[in-house]
């Protein structure tokens, strides 16, 4: 099992940039795929970005490419996500997620854990 604790959201203004840090706990962090997902008010959840265990084989949404990065430092436990020329439309609340897997998922039904998420908002 592993526990995971997002931070780093905040308000920032339209292009502008953030980076979110999810820091994992218990099992080994380098074990797991790990993804990035949103979910804005009166909105569904959606898929943000993913990394795959160890060889760093990444995915992206089409509405963040070329905007938004995902890492991760598995000496550190800990997943990022560097988020540059941000817009209103990226607001949400984010969530880092893990599966027990070496492949990424773009699905949230295929993450078994999840954070309790923290808030981006960007203002016009």
């Known amino acids: 099992q592993v526990q995971l604790v997002e931070s780093g959201g905040g308000l920032v203004q339209a292009g502008g940039s953030l980076r979110l840090s999810c820091a994992a706990s218990?099992?080994?962090?380098?074990?797991?795929?790990m993804a990035w997902f949103r979910r804005a008010d009166g909105k569904e959840r959606e898929f943000v970005a993913a990394?795959?265990?160890?060889?760093?084989?990444?995915s992206y949404a089409d509405s963040v490419k070329g905007r938004f990065t995902i890492s991760r430092d598995n000496a550190k436990n800990t997943l990022y996500l560097q988020m540059n020329s941000l817009k209103p439309e990226d607001t949400a609340v984010y969530y880092c997620a893990a599966r027990f897997n070496r492949v990424l998922s773009r699905f949230s039904d295929e993450y078994n854990y999840w954070g309790q998420g923290t808030q981006v908002t960007v203002s016009s």
């Open positions: 218990g099992r080994t962090f380098s074990s797991y795929a």
């Open positions: 990394i795959s265990r160890s060889v760093g084989i990444t």
